[in-house]
């Protein structure tokens, strides 16, 4: 069984070489194809009145963000292209084979000493010495934390750029559901999927070298397979996971640190758009509306939700009619709290889970490497939450493993890539 090992390497580079750059658009490669899109409008709320709301006129919009934040819009983009443009090195660096044994190494590598310390300042004071006003910050800035963190503008100014680059436009989903780009990489991959539970891990030897004994069960039985290299991708804290470790020094254990709960309702209703001022829901033009931080809101943010297939005749529900809303919030809506958001609903469906890190409890940053062939990827989430961060790190760990396990030592940790690249050319 310590073969399997190469597919699980298989399928962690296949997924982070699909999900990045490539010519064309990832999903064509594996059968999928992009979703039309729906057009709609945002505002966003502040508890009491909409301080800014889209319009039909791109012009006009761009008037009105002028007039109410200056430049802070030019100078967000500015830093956010400059930092992206410099982070965009990383898929390079990984067609040429190079891997890094700790996410420091590879911020290093990729943006100095600066991308390091944005891991460890507020966005909020960086925004600020940037020339940004604190109206941008309180509004603009803390709508997009909220609606994609669920947390304010004290998170690190690296997640705080991410979550500002999930923004922009050129976004798109997969029709049939974004779901399906993870069973279509897994089918191209061809590997050996086991739905079970994995209990424990241990160090053992054979001959003269070392496996990992992985314990699972499910609701039937038990069971435990050898491995050469084990990739651990799921969170490794106490609220996450109930994984034990054994025979390895120094000893793998929980890392410090809180996952933010987020609670999903999806409400099929009519939205109440007198509690957004206006009293005819004709009127209400809005399908996503995002909030500031005020104690009168009980909500992150509220969105009208299309089908995951867009026919040619869909249409968008118009206002006064009953639609399917996601909603946002830090804890599940009460009764109350429902009926101030809908006139009536039908159903309401609820998930609550832990989302991404709570980043103000951020103790460093886990490793990639817990022990010889033992490797951890969502270490990287507590630089940035988000699929393209994951897909980088699992490229990075399939490199990283690959290399370490032929000695290839000249591929790791690489200083001044950028030349040695081109000298390479």
């Known amino acids: ?47 009491e009145e909409f301080v800014f709301e889209e319009t039909d006129w791109y012009l006009q919009d761009l008037f009105k963000m002028w007039w109410r934040y200056g430049f802070g819009l030019l100078r967000l983009q500015m830093w956010v292209e400059e930092i992206v443009e410099k982070f965009m090195r990383i898929y390079k660096y990984q067609a040429h084979g190079y891997a890094f044994s700790t996410m420091e190494e590879m911020l290093q590598s990729l943006g100095g000493d600066r991308f390091i310390n944005m891991t460890r300042r507020p966005v909020a004071e960086t925004l600020q010495e940037l020339g940004i006003s604190q109206r941008f910050i309180d509004e603009i800035v803390t709508a997009i934390m909220r609606v994609n963190y669920g947390q304010s503008v004290t998170i690190p100014a690296f997640v705080g750029a991410v979550s500002i680059a999930g923004v922009q436009a050129g976004l798109w989903a997969v029709e049939g559901g974004n ?40 609701e039937n039985e038990g069971g435990y397979d050898f491995y050469d290299i084990v990739v651990i ?10 994984i034990s470790f054994s025979g390895m020094t120094p ?49 992150f943010s509220t969105g009208c939700i299309c089908p995951v297939n867009i026919t040619s005749n869909y249409r968008r529900k118009q206002p006064q009619e009953a639609a399917v809303w996601k909603v946002f919030s830090p804890s599940p809506l009460t009764k109350e709290q429902l009926k101030t958001l809908f006139l009536s609903y039908y159903s309401v469906q ?21 022990h010889d062939n033992l490797y951890y990827l969502n270490g990287v989430e507590w630089i940035a939450s988000s699929m393209e961060m994951s897909a980088i790190a699992a490229k990075n760990i ?28």
């Open 179 to 218: 779901k399906l780009v993870c069973s279509q990489l897994l089918d191209s991959a061809k590997v050996n999927v086991v739905h079970t539970t994995v209990t424990s891990i241990s160090l053992h030897s054979s001959g003269d070298k070392s496996l990992y004994q992985v314990n699972y069960e499910n």
């Open 251 to 299: 000893p793998v254990t929980d890392f410090p640190g809180h996952y933010q709960h987020m609670i999903v309702s999806i409400v099929h209703g009519y939205l109440n758009s007198s509690y957004f001022g206006f009293p005819d829901p004709k009127l209400f033009p809005f399908a996503a509306i995002l909030t500031t931080d005020s104690p009168k809101l009980f909500m």
């Open 350 to 370: 609820v998930t609550d889970w832990l989302a991404y890190p709570q980043y103000t409890s951020m103790k460093g940053i886990p490793p990639v490497i817990l």
């Open 398 to 425: 399939a490199l990283l493993g690959y290399n370490r396990w032929h000695q290839q030592l000249d591929k790791i940790d690489q200083k001044d890539l950028v030349h040695k690249i081109k000298t390479e050319l």
């Open 1 to 47: 069984m310590a073969g399997s090992v190469l597919l699980t390497c298989t399928l962690l580079l296949r997924i982070a070489v699909t999900l990045s750059h490539q010519e064309e658009p990832p999903p064509k490669k594996i059968g999928l194809k992009h979703r039309k899109g729906v057009p709609e409008k945002l505002a966003l709320f502040n508890g």
């Open 233 to 242: 991708a799921t969170p490794l804290h106490r609220e996450t996971s109930n």
